[in-house]
């Protein structure tokens, strides 16, 4: 080995070499880069009006497949609404979920997921009152 040779490697070695540069590739993996912005998922809320009790199973998927529902029962017959209450009321709380009447015949029910507050709802009567 010359001098010459020698002495670049010291100098490269301690970081302090002149002499070319070496190439520097920089890899882009971008499987593990997450967004920190993520897309805003739609939300929907479908209001049913349930003509008969053979239409409550579809209701319970709905919220069983993490969909909330408002069931609003004010065309059917009263002992109908009851049936159908009972029947979604048990499904529900089997699957950890909520329920909130809004009015008469008027129910919203979530999935455990979603919470309802209920606080809002008694402002908003007191104001009409």
Do not use: C
Not at 5 to 18: K, M, Q, S, V, Y
Not at 76 to 91: H, K, Q, T
Request: no cysteine; net charge negative.
């Amino acid at each position: 080995m010359r001098f010459k040779e020698i002495w670049e490697r010291i100098l490269d070695f301690f970081g302090l070499a002149n002499g070319q540069e070496e190439e520097y590739y920089e890899e882009h993996n971008d499987e593990r880069v997450i967004s920190i912005y993520r897309k805003k998922q739609g939300f929907s809320i479908m209001i049913y009006h349930p003509e008969s009790f053979n239409e409550v199973q579809n209701l319970v998927d709905e919220i069983k497949a993490k969909k909330p529902i408002i069931l609003n029962l004010e065309e059917l017959d009263r002992e109908l609404a009851r049936r159908i209450i009972d029947f979604m009321s048990g499904a529900v709380y089997g699957i950890g979920g909520n329920i909130q009447k809004v009015a008469e015949y008027i129910f919203v029910f979530t999935p455990h997921n979603i919470d309802i507050d209920s606080g809002v709802l008694k402002e908003s009567r007191s104001l009409f009152s």
